[in-house]
């Protein structure tokens, strides 16, 4: 299997697994997009880990990169980098807010969509060799999803008790 350039997931799965880990995927999401950046550009030594832990700084630096890619491969790129890093910081500042605004951050992954999907589109584009395209739930998936839902499930009763007090 090749390393494409860009970590593969399908949207379904990107959104169901950010809301139900209440945005705790989203660490992994950019750990695995900046593997994949170190492996394609082998010249350039970073720690994908350090850029992960310091997302509110990296996202848009990787956004920024995923629509240079999709502009050098399709001659343009109508990916958005700067509004969608803006929205998903000003998305997971939400969760700052007091009572159910708060939980409004359990959306922030709309931001992430639209950049998977190009980089999606550009992993097709440029990768002639077979890679899984990580579209299915693995067993761990399927228990994260559970927790995670109730978890969920849990916070925003809590919320709601807290609200009627």
């Known amino acids: 299997m090749v ?3 860009f970590f593969p997931v399908s949207l379904r799965k990107l959104a169901v697994l950010s809301f139900c880990t209440m945005g705790l995927y989203h660490l992994y999401w950019f ?3 900046w593997r994949h950046v170190r492996v394609w550009n082998a010249g350039r030594d970073f720690s994908p880990a350090r850029r992960t832990l310091l997302f509110f700084f990296f996202c848009c630096p990787m956004f920024r990169r995923v629509r240079a890619q999709d502009a050098r491969v399709n001659g343009s790129s109508s990916l958005k980098a700067g509004l969608l890093a803006l929205g998903y910081i000003a998305a997971n ?3 700052l807010l007091p009572d159910a605004w708060g939980l ?3 959306f922030s992954f709309v931001f992430l969509l639209p950049v998977q999907a190009c980089a999606n589109r550009l992993n ?3 990768c002639s060799a077979p890679f899984d395209r990580n579209a299915s739930f693995s067993a761990w998936n399927w228990v994260v999803v559970v927790l995670g839902t109730l978890l969920v499930v ?3 009763v809590a919320v709601i008790y807290e609200t009627g007090k």
Do not use: A
């Open 3 to 5: 390393t494409p350039p």
């Open 31 to 33: 750990y695995m997009h």
């Open 93 to 95: 500042l939400l969760d």
């Open 104 to 106: 409004l951050s359990l």
């Open 124 to 126: 097709e584009q440029m």
């Open 154 to 156: 849990l916070s925003v």
